[in-house]
C-alpha cells in the first residue's frame, strides 16, 4: 500500500465523491467520470511514487557511497594535517637552527671568502706564469726550428763529408793498392838488377837496395870509367850492356842516372881534361844515360842524368876509402804505374 501525501489526496477525492452521491444522476455520472479520470490519475501517480521509490534507492546507495568517499577524506585530510604539523614543527627546528648557526655561517662565508680571494691571487699568478711559459715555449720553438734548420744543413754537410770520406777512403786504398804494388815491382826489380850484377856486388864495387818504390843501384867508378875520364871502359860497356838487357825487361817508368866524385884535384890535361867534378861527375852521368837508350833501347823521356859533384858524399874524403866510396854513378830506377 502507498502512504503519503499522493495517499491522503487520493482519500479526500474518494470521500468528497461519497459526499457528493446525494446529489442528483448527472452529477453522479459526471461524478464518476470524474471518478475514473481520478482513478487512472492514481494509476499513474502509483506508477510515478514507484519510479521515485527507485530512484531514492539509488540515491541512498549513492550517498552512502559518498559517505565512504568523505570517510576516506578525513582520513586523508588526517594525514596530511599531520604531516603539515610535522613540517612545520621541523621548519621551525630548522629556523632556529639557522638562527644559532648564524654566527657560525658568517664566519665560514668569511673564509670562503678569503679562500675565494686566495685563489683569485692565485689565478693571477698562475696566468702570468702562463704568459710567461707560452713566450718561453715560443721562444724554445723558434730555437728548436733553428736548431732543427741547423742539424739538417750539419746532416747535409756530413753526408756530403762521409762521400767525399768515402771517395777519399777509395782513393786512398787504391794509392795504398798501387803503393804496396809498386813496392812489389821494386822488389822484384831489384832481384832481377841484382842478378844482372852479382859478381860486381859479390866483389863490392856494386851495391843495390829498394827504396820504397825505387831500387838504386850503386856502381864504383872502376867498373865504368877510368880516373878522372868521362868515356866507358870495355868493362863498362859490357856491364851496361847487362844492366840494359835487365833494365828493357822491367820497363822501368823512369830511370834517373846521377854522377858522384871525391873532392881531390883534378890533373891538367891537354886534351880531355874537366875544369871540376861537377863538370866530371855530369859528364860521366850523361855518357851512362846516353849508352842506355843507344844501345839498350831504353825510351829517353824516361831517362835523366845529374851531376852532384862533391857535393853528396856518402863518407869522408879525408881517406883514400873514403874518396874511392865517393866516385861513383847511381842508377835509381822507378817502377812504372800499373
Not at 446529489?23 to 461524478?31: E, W
Not at 490519475?41 to 531514492?56: R, T
Not at 844492366?243 to 873532392?263: C, I, K, T, W, Y
Request: hydrophobic fraction near 40%.
Amino acid at each position: 500500500m502507498y502512504n503519503g501525501p499522493h495517499m491522503k489526496k487520493i482519500s479526500a477525492i474518494a470521500v468528497l465523491a461519497l459526499l457528493l452521491c446525494g446529489c442528483a444522476s448527472g452529477k453522479i455520472k459526471r461524478l464518476q467520470a470524474k471518478s475514473d479520470l481520478c482513478e487512472l490519475n492514481s494509476g499513474e501517480l502509483g506508477k510515478q511514487v514507484h519510479e521515485c521509490g527507485d530512484k531514492v534507492a539509488a540515491l541512498q546507495g549513492q550517498l552512502k557511497d559518498l559517505e565512504g568517499q568523505v570517510s576516506d577524506l578525513d582520513a586523508k585530510l588526517k594525514t596530511q594535517q599531520e604531516r603539515i604539523d610535522s613540517l612545520t614543527k621541523s621548519n621551525q627546528d630548522l629556523h632556529a637552527a639557522a638562527a644559532a648557526d648564524t654566527g657560525e655561517l658568517s664566519g665560514k662565508v668569511a673564509e670562503v671568502v678569503k679562500e675565494k680571494d686566495d685563489l683569485s691571487r692565485s689565478l693571477d699568478t698562475v696566468k702570468k706564469e702562463k704568459i710567461a711559459s707560452d713566450r718561453a715555449k715560443a721562444n724554445l720553438k723558434t730555437a728548436r726550428d733553428r736548431l732543427a734548420a741547423e742539424l739538417s744543413a750539419a746532416k747535409a754537410r756530413l753526408e756530403e763529408l762521409s762521400a767525399a770520406a768515402a771517395a777519399e777512403k777509395a782513393d786512398k786504398d787504391k794509392a795504398v793498392a798501387v803503393h804496396n804494388q809498386r813496392l812489389a815491382n821494386a822488389h822484384e826489380q831489384m832481384g832481377t838488377l841484382a842478378d844482372a850484377v852479382l859478381k860486381e856486388i859479390q866483389d863490392e864495387q856494386a851495391a843495390i837496395e829498394q827504396d820504397g818504390q825505387s831500387v838504386v843501384l850503386t856502381l864504383q867508378e872502376p867498373l865504368l870509367f877510368k880516373p878522372q875520364q868521362a868515356k866507358l871502359t870495355d868493362d863498362g860497356v859490357a856491364l851496361l850492356d847487362r844492366l840494359g838487357r835487365a833494365l828493357q825487361a822491367l820497363n822501368p817508368g823512369a830511370v834517373r842516372v846521377e854522377g858522384h866524385s871525391d873532392n881531390s884535384t883534378i890533373k891538367w890535361e891537354l886534351f880531355g881534361s874537366f875544369t871540376g867534378h861537377w863538370e866530371l861527375s855530369a859528364a860521366r852521368a850523361a855518357a851512362v844515360a846516353r849508352y842506355l837508350h843507344e844501345h839498350a833501347g831504353l825510351d829517353p823521356r824516361h831517362l835523366t842524368a845529374s851531376g852532384f859533384g862533391e857535393f853528396r858524399p856518402v863518407q869522408g874524403n879525408d881517406t883514400a876509402e873514403g874518396r874511392q866510396a865517393n866516385r861513383r854513378v847511381v842508377l835509381v830506377v822507378e817502377t812504372a804505374a800499373q
